[in-house]
């Protein structure tokens, strides 16, 4: 029985993290669906939720105000969610750009979102965060997409400066495998949601949110997705960000992937074959929420292995998680801490994975948490 848990556990983290990336090329190299854009210019309604976040929204609006597109045909909405810095005074220093403030009370972003949509006029809705800054053809790039019927969102591509310490050139290195799992089911078909920062869809195709919800980059494109339309990503669309530290990517992956669960929950649909994407759904998506118990099942099942395979299994895992705690400890630029710190990373994800079953125990906002970030520096 141990032996069959141990390698049931094992198959999975090896199909999750590896086989399935490797399927998935082979699928996308063999099966292309591009993307059938023309310079097309339609009416766009930008909306940029925010709680407190004087600190970046001036430079936010000034990106957007920078936007290589008519501005007559930009309707930009700042929806200010309680916020109680300097957030208001500063949407109102820009009205004279056109920008308009709506003011409602603490709700949440989901919230937030919903009234947006419910002012914007715009043929596209254009959703973005107020920290990154968006490159100026952002825009004229995602507005292309839609000279394609199929195309009911598309979503930019973010662009995280390298980091000064290993954890944080390891977290950039995960979001870089994220995004080459996610430039190969776009050119499939679609991607199973949209970044946050950056994404644009179609008006009529927008539902409102469900309250509480934690992932509007999720749910939204879905919506679109299960009324036949497809979600894809448009690399030359980009946002910039500051490089996170683990702890702050730690708090991030409880949110996100905690909304997953939510996602699953709002459209079963997933799960079966109604989803044409159902096989990247589940590898993908669902996989990753299943990680953390099948190392849990792999460790535990070792304890029950025959003789030297039990020596074995729990001798690497041993030194796999030692290595992980002992990074707090490696000071940086040892050469040890190029194996340490990978693995503390991998160690501290899958921690947040696991937590994210907090999601059926408590409301959804208290995983809302005030992002930390270092001020970011200029990118060419």
Request: hydrophobic letters at 50%.
């Amino acid at each position: 029985m141990a032996t069959a848990l141990f390698l049931l556990g094992g198959a999975l983290l090896v199909y999750v993290l590896l086989a399935y990336p490797l399927l998935l090329e082979v699928i996308a190299r063999r099966t292309a669906n591009p993307v059938r854009k023309a310079a097309i210019l339609p009416s766009i309604s930008i909306l940029l939720p925010v709680r407190n976040g004087s600190k970046w929204l001036r430079s936010k609006l000034q990106s957007i105000l920078h936007l290589n597109y008519p501005h007559e045909l930009v309707e930009i909405l700042v929806i200010s969610d309680g916020s109680t810095d300097q957030t208001d005074s500063i949407a109102r220093d820009f009205t004279h750009h056109g920008v308009k403030l709506i003011r409602i009370p603490p709700s949440g972003k989901a919230a937030a979102l919903n009234e947006g949509m419910k002012v914007a006029r715009g043929e596209i809705l254009f959703f973005t965060d107020v920290r990154q800054r968006l490159d100026p053809e952002a825009l004229r790039e995602l507005a292309g997409c839609f000279a394609d019927p199929s195309v009911g969102v598309a979503s930019g591509e973010l662009v995280i400066a390298a980091g000064d310490t290993s954890e944080e050139a390891d977290t950039g290195l995960y979001w870089s495998y994220e995004k080459w799992i996610r430039k190969r089911l776009s050119r499939l078909d679609s991607v199973l949601g949209a970044t946050g920062c950056i994404y644009a869809m179609r008006r009529e195709l927008a539902a409102p949110l469900p309250p509480g919800t934690l992932l509007d980059d999720v749910h939204l494109p879905l919506g679109a997705f299960f009324q036949g339309y497809r979600v894809v990503l448009e690399e030359r669309a980009k946002a910039y960000d500051s490089p996170a530290s683990l702890h702050t990517e730690f708090r991030r992956k409880v949110r996100t992937l905690a909304g997953v669960y939510q996602v699953i929950l709002a459209y079963p649909r997933l799960l079966g074959p109604s989803n044409r994407m159902w096989l990247h759904f589940v590898s993908h998506k669902l996989g990753r929420l299943l990680l953390p118990f099948a190392m849990i099942v792999v460790a535990a099942s070792s304890f029950g292995l025959p003789g030297h395979w039990r020596t074995f299994a729990l001798a690497a895992q041993a030194v796999f998680y030692g290595l992980a705690l002992l990074d707090l400890a490696i000071p940086e630029g040892w050469i040890a801490k190029r194996v340490s710190s990978p693995a503390r990373t991998f160690v501290v994800l899958m921690a947040a994975a696991l937590c994210a079953v907090s999601i059926f125990f408590g409301p959804a906002g208290r995983l809302w948490k005030e992002t930390r970030m270092k001020p970011a520096e200029p990118l060419s």
